[in-house]
């Protein structure tokens, strides 16, 4: 019956097709492959890490933006001019504190993590894979806490009190939250030795993958969707039937599948995100209440 209720819902809110075109299994390669293909422009040029890497970004999220006027995968999720103005206040504040720990992680850096002379690229490109999966797993964690300690839940409950999903309030996120999380997952690639380049790489791709993974876009991962997460994935992570409630990460799917919380069902969806029990958090849009409310009883 759940499965009968949760389809015929979708059918009524989802414009979807029985076939799945091209263009939706290329969306995700092509996306991250044009963001990552504009950043190493930048860096062949000689700008410098930082610059290139905040230009980047803000490509990254107009592509993304892109991507879900040209792939709509629910009309309703589509943000309106007060989604956007309070995830814009969102952005600008968690910008703020996300930028502060990647600061004191990036002057740490200056003294502790090596230049590299990208000799080998195959050399490069294995140290930054590694370095993903290491700040994947510090992440994985986190947020995994996140949702099991009542104390780090009263911050981290806020970024899923929203009840639609798009690319632009994955800035519905408590500020502290973001802080503890950026400051632990950084500083993890610091102790273990990694390259600034590595490390501002695997920073970029974490930082696309957090947004993309909220897109409100049609992109099918197919195969892929077992090595990388997408949105297919983080929807069940919304999910309000907590035994859906899974997928800690952001970026791979191996941590998840290490720890027994991957959840992949190609083309479905959970048939209601947001929070089981709602009134133990402000509305989402009601910004200053949401600042105080894990300090408040």
Same mark, same amino acid.
């Given at each position: 019956m759940k499965t009968q209720s949760m389809t015929a819902n979708l059918n009524e809110q989802i414009d979807q097709k029985n076939d799945c075109p091209v263009t939706k299994r290329l969306a995700y390669p092509l996306t991250l492959g044009l963001s990552l293909s504009f950043v190493y422009g930048l860096y062949m040029s000689g700008m410098d890490i930082d610059t290139l890497f905040f230009i980047g970004f803000f490509v990254a999220l107009a592509s993304l933006a892109i991507l879900e006027q040209v792939l709509p995968y629910r009309k309703d999720w589509q943000a309106n001019r007060r989604d956007w103005a309070i995830n814009g206040i969102y952005? /600008?504040?968690?910008?703020?504190?996300?930028?502060?720990?990647?600061?004191?992680?990036?002057?740490?850096? /200056?003294?502790?993590?090596?230049?590299?002379?990208?000799?080998?690229?195959?050399?490069?490109?294995?140290?930054?894979?590694?370095?993903?999966?290491?700040?994947?797993?510090?992440?994985?964690?986190?947020?995994?806490?996140?949702?099991?300690?009542?104390?780090?839940?009263?911050?981290?409950?806020i970024h899923h009190a929203p009840k639609k999903i798009f690319m632009f309030n994955n800035n519905t996120v408590h500020f502290g939250d973001l802080f503890i999380g950026s400051l632990v997952a950084g500083l993890s690639l610091l102790l273990m030795g990694f390259s600034q380049e590595a490390i501002a790489l695997t920073l970029y791709i974490a930082s696309f993958h957090s947004f993309f993974a909220h897109v409100n876009a049609d992109v099918r991962m197919g195969a892929a969707g077992y090595l990388m997460m997408g949105p297919e994935h983080h929807r069940?992570?919304?999910?309000?039937?907590?035994?859906?409630?899974?997928?800690y990460s952001s970026v791979t799917a191996l941590w998840d599948q290490v720890f027994g919380t991957f959840l992949y069902r190609p083309g479905e969806a959970p048939e209601e995100i947001g929070i089981k029990e709602p009134n133990h958090f402000p509305q989402s849009d009601k910004l200053l209440r949401n600042i105080i409310s894990p300090f408040t009883k």
């Open positions: 952005f /600008l504040i968690n910008g703020a504190f996300d930028n502060i720990a990647k600061l004191a992680v990036a002057s740490i850096a /200056l003294f502790l993590a090596p230049a590299t002379t990208i000799e080998s690229p195959w050399l490069f490109a294995g140290s930054a894979l590694l370095a993903l999966i290491t700040h994947d797993f510090f992440s994985y964690w986190w947020h995994r806490i996140g949702h099991q300690s009542k104390l780090v839940w009263r911050f981290h409950g069940f992570h919304h999910s309000t039937d907590i035994e859906e409630a899974k997928n």
